[in-house]
């Protein structure tokens, strides 16, 4: 089955960076999108970016110009580059794969603490 495993999630001060990692087990060429959502406690799981098979990419108004996705192909891996993050960051972020047919795949999260 397709796995997704997520890293490098952890505590960073107001303003700072971070770069998530999402490795795949199979080509991501093999997924119509990937990319990552985020839940806070309390909170509805939400859209961070998507980028989709052609290489074009959906970002949320909250984190565009904020935020950066990329991938790896030859890694099976995608990236989320997090800069000048603040505290309504926080939360669990997850990769999260569409299948051409419109399944999702989903990692096991990384915790993404904002905080001073």
């Known amino acids: 089955q397709v796995q997704l495993v997520e890293s490098g999630g952890g505590l960073v001060q107001p303003g700072g960076s971070l770069r998530l990692s999402c490795a795949a087990s199979e080509s991501i060429f093999n997924f119509a999108s990937m990319g990552w959502y985020r839940q806070a406690p309390g909170k509805q799981r939400e859209l961070v970016v998507d980028?989709?098979?052609?290489?074009?990419?959906d970002y949320a108004t909250s984190v565009k110009g904020r935020f950066t996705i990329s991938r790896d192909n030859a890694k099976n891996t995608v990236y989320l580059q997090m800069n000048s993050l603040k505290p309504e960051d926080t939360a669990i972020y997850y990769c999260?794969?569409?299948?051409?047919?419109?399944?999702?795949?989903w990692g096991q999260g990384t915790q993404v603490t904002v905080s001073s």
């Open positions: 980028i989709f098979n052609s290489g074009s990419t």
């Open positions: 999260n794969g569409k299948t051409f047919t419109y399944f999702n795949y």
